[in-house]
């Protein structure tokens, strides 16, 4: 059994900041090159920033150029959601923490080994957690 997080808008933009309920629930991004994570090279574990859910560390993040934090895999693929998304004329694949539904940002195939992937995902989304990243 999974202990989902579910709450209300008014629930959520109580506890949120309005840029991380943009983000997270409205599955907003911000902007490139503004992020507190994006050349953010600490160890640690980065936590989803609605319900504390464990979600990358920074053992897999590395430098993308795109301007947001980048990881080539979250800490357990079970921690992550991902679902098509057809916005803005594009057809992206959004990552969600499976946890709580909080939108975190997509993930394209251009990313380094061993995944190929690239988790571009909003340093508003995340909290960080210095120290080890063994879970
Ligand atoms: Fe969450």
Redesign the pocket.
């Known amino acids: 059994m999974k202990d989902k ?1 579910e709450k209300t808008p008014a629930e959520w933009r109580e506890e949120l900041t309005p840029e991380q309920y943009r983000v997270l629930r409205e599955k907003g991004t911000e902007r490139a090159f503004t992020g507190e994570y994006n050349d953010h090279e600490e160890e640690g574990v980065y936590r ?1 920033a ?4 464990p ?1 990358f560390s920074s053992e897999t993040k590395y430098h993308s150029g795109s301007g947001w934090p980048s990881f080539y895999a979250p800490v357990d693929p079970d921690k992550v959601d991902t679902k098509r998304d057809r916005s803005l004329f594009m057809t992206r694949t959004e990552v969600l ?6 939108h975190l940002g997509h993930v394209f195939d251009d990313g380094p080994e061993p995944t190929g992937l690239r988790y571009c995902i909003n340093s508003v989304a995340l909290d960080f957690d210095p120290g080890d990243v063994k879970l």
């Open positions: 997080v989803c609605a319900c504390g859910q979600l923490c499976d946890r709580c539904g909080s």
